[in-house]
Every structure is written in structure tokens, then in C-alpha cells.
């Protein structure tokens, strides 16, 4: 092994007395961490060749593109207010409990109590309008339905740990490291401080960010919602069926830097175009939503199209609507090609393979 070398001077330009030239100077360098190729290479090709995949909570049968619930890595989903981000949430870190029961989860939401999501996972589950629920409406299916889910349901009752608000990252940090955990849903970004003092958003947004990366760091598979910005929510929303590829979508978080720094996983929850105002429970239409894949480290950028039930708050895959139906073409901007190849029926046999994998955002369907 080769040890690590460093100095401990370094030298640097630096402007002269009077700002008219440069002089070199000498400063204080700390001892840098190093590494050589030779020292982790076999190891790490013996595990490309050998070893076990790195491990994914899924939360559903189907697997919803690259989304998945992944150790040490952190997923931020972002959306407009009433879109269905604890919803959303609440399934991911319930659907991967009941899926593995050896898995053991922390949640914090800071805009309701344990109660009231567990009633939301409930008619999930059960199939019970939440309002029947929330109003004690018992009809004749109602016991039936959810003493169906109790043994479900009681599976999760020492695997799933709340932390009551108000609370902070601190006080999170602190029941994770009494209670064994391997993902952690915090609800939401910014109205999480990372500690007790008092400081202005912006800096409470960037402490708060780094403690969920160092929470991450730990170990556990971090779920985090987030606000959006509401000019950029609205463009969001806009454009939700869109596949251009082109449009930087992220910058629709508010204090995006942190997110697009922190995260390694983010997700903007939309609303498609085409969804009407609920007028009563008997004539509701679950609504029609995009969760758009804006940034990933190590995947494939995969926007998965949703309808959302509000009354089970139960998600489902969709197939993507005629993109003509809304006047977006499916490529935004046609490739160039040569001009012995404009023949007739050519460019349109092109887009037709095109279709299949583009090489640029891939969606589900």
C-alpha cells in the first residue's frame, strides 16, 4: 500500500502590496485524503463480477420505473400544495414494509399527527372512502373491510416508529440511533429546522439538507418531500405531459441548489392537464398526474404518469394519454438528417424507432 503524501506548505498567486502584480506566497495546507486506483480496484471489480446487486425497498408489485427507496441515498419528491406528496409517501414506506417484513422505517411529518396518516393508510388498504373513516360512517361493509387490513397492519406495529412534531433534525437523528431503521420519510423540507436556533429560511434550508445528506450517510434509505416554488409549480404543472427533455424542471424546488447539492434522487409531482373540479364522492374521477424524473445520479431519468384516488389516497400506474390529444408532440425537436436521406416516409419510419428508446428521458408506460 502507498502511504499518503502531502506538504505542508503550498503555493499560491497572490496580489502584490499595491494590487499592481503577483507574488507567490506561501500557506498552510491541511493533509489531503487520498487514494490509489491500485488499492480498491480488485476488490471493487471482484464485486462488479460477483458480488450482490446494492439493495432496493420496493414498494409496489409493478416497479414504478427507477423509483425505488435505496440505502444511503435520498429521494426527494417536490409538488404544489393538495397533489398527494404524504400520500405518496405514506405508500412508498408502508407498501416496502408489508413487502419485507424485516424492514423497520422512521416517519416525520410536521403537518399532521400519527392518527390521521394512519387513517389515510387505512382506506388505502381497506378500500374505505377516507371520508367514511374520518366521519365514522359505518355501513354495512365497513367492519368487514378493515378488520381484513388489521393483520396487515398490525405486522407494522414494532417496525414503524413517528416522530411526534414539533421536532427537528436533531431530535429525528435521535430516534434513529435508539431505533433500528432502514428508511426514514420526513415531511417536508422546508418546515424541518436542523436544530433549535433561530435562523433566517434560507439558511435553515441548506443545515436542514445537510443533516438529511449526513442522516443518509448512516445508512438508511431517506424519503424527503419538498415545496415548490409557485411560479415555477405552475409551469410545472403546464407542462406535465411534456417529453422535451430540455427543461430544467428542478429549478421548480424552492431552494432548488440545496436539492440539486443533497439529493440524489428528485421528483416533481404534477397534475396532467384534463382533471375536473370534485363535485361530490359518487361523481369523483381520480386525478390524472406525472411524478417527472428532473434529476438522477445514477439512473436512467424515468417520468412515471399516476392517477391518484384522493378518497382511497391510493396511487396507480396509467398508461401515457395521446400525446396529440393535448397538442405535444412526442419528439419536441425532430433529429437532423442527411439530405440523401429525405426521401419520401423516411423521416417518419425514423421517429417510429426513435420511439422506442431515444436515448434521452425514458417514460413509463
Known amino acids: 500500500m502507498i502511504a499518503s503524501t502531502s506538504t505542508s506548505q503550498s503555493e499560491h498567486f497572490s496580489p502584490g502590496s499595491s494590487?499592481?502584480?503577483?507574488?507567490?506566497?506561501?500557506?498552510?495546507?491541511?493533509?489531503?485524503?487520498?487514494?490509489?486506483?491500485?488499492?480498491?480496484?480488485?476488490?471493487?471489480?471482484?464485486?462488479?463480477?460477483?458480488?450482490?446487486?446494492?439493495?432496493?425497498?420496493?414498494?409496489?408489485?409493478?416497479?414504478?420505473?427507477?423509483?425505488?427507496?435505496?440505502?444511503?441515498?435520498?429521494?426527494?419528491?417536490?409538488?404544489?400544495?393538495?397533489?398527494?406528496?404524504?400520500?405518496?409517501?405514506?405508500?412508498?414506506?408502508?407498501?416496502?414494509?408489508?413487502r419485507d417484513p424485516n424492514l423497520r422505517a422512521v416517519i416525520g411529518c410536521v403537518e399532521m399527527g400519527e392518527d390521521i396518516l394512519l387513517e389515510r393508510t387505512l382506506a388505502r388498504l381497506s378500500g374505505v372512502y377516507?371520508?367514511?373513516?374520518?366521519?365514522?360512517?359505518?355501513?354495512?361493509?365497513?367492519?368487514?373491510?378493515i378488520n381484513n387490513v388489521r393483520p396487515q397492519l398490525e405486522s407494522l406495529a414494532d417496525r414503524l416508529m413517528f416522530v411526534r412534531r414539533p421536532f427537528t433534525m436533531v431530535d429525528v437523528r435521535a430516534v434513529c440511533d435508539e431505533f433500528q431503521r432502514h428508511i426514514v420519510a420526513l415531511d417536508y423540507l422546508q418546515r424541518i429546522s436542523a436544530d433549535s436556533r433561530l435562523v433566517e429560511l434560507r439558511q435553515q434550508v441548506t443545515l436542514t439538507m445537510t443533516a438529511t445528506r449526513e442522516l443518509a450517510d448512516q445508512g438508511p434509505a431517506v424519503l424527503l418531500a419538498a415545496a415548490l416554488n409557485r411560479q415555477a409549480s405552475s409551469r410545472a404543472q403546464s407542462r406535465a405531459e411534456s417529453a422535451d427533455d430540455n427543461v430544467n424542471d428542478l429549478a421548480a424546488f424552492r431552494d432548488s441548489s440545496d436539492v440539486e447539492y443533497s439529493a440524489d434522487d428528485a421528483y416533481v409531482l404534477a397534475k396532467a392537464p384534463g382533471n375536473m373540479v370534485t363535485l361530490s364522492e359518487e361523481e369523483y374521477t381520480?386525478?390524472?398526474?406525472?411524478?417527472?424524473?428532473?434529476k438522477s445520479r445514477n439512473s436512467l431519468t424515468m417520468h412515471i404518469p399516476l392517477l391518484f384516488d384522493g378518497r382511497l389516497q391510493e396511487f396507480t400506474l396509467r398508461?401515457?394519454?395521446?400525446?396529440?390529444?393535448?397538442?405535444i408532440p412526442r419528439i419536441i425537436t425532430p433529429p437532423k438528417t442527411h439530405s440523401s436521406k429525405k426521401e419520401e416516409g423516411f423521416f417518419d419510419s425514423f421517429v417510429d424507432n426513435l420511439k422506442e428508446g431515444d436515448g434521452g428521458t425514458t417514460w413509463l408506460s
Open 19 to 98: 494590487g499592481e502584480d503577483f507574488d507567490y506566497v506561501s500557506a498552510s495546507s491541511q493533509t489531503a485524503s487520498q487514494v490509489m486506483l491500485r488499492e480498491f480496484l480488485p476488490g471493487l471489480l471482484d464485486n462488479v463480477l460477483t458480488g450482490e446487486p446494492p439493495p432496493e425497498y420496493l414498494f409496489d408489485a409493478r416497479p414504478w420505473g427507477t423509483l425505488a427507496l435505496k440505502p444511503g441515498q435520498i429521494t426527494c419528491i417536490g409538488g404544489a400544495p393538495n397533489c398527494g406528496k404524504t400520500a405518496l409517501l405514506m405508500k412508498m414506506v408502508t407498501g416496502a414494509l408489508v
Open 130 to 145: 377516507l371520508g367514511k373513516i374520518l366521519k365514522r360512517d359505518r355501513d354495512s361493509f365497513f367492519a368487514d373491510r
Open 286 to 294: 381520480p386525478k390524472k398526474l406525472v411524478l417527472r424524473h428532473v
Open 319 to 327: 398508461k401515457w394519454e395521446d400525446q396529440e390529444a393535448y397538442g
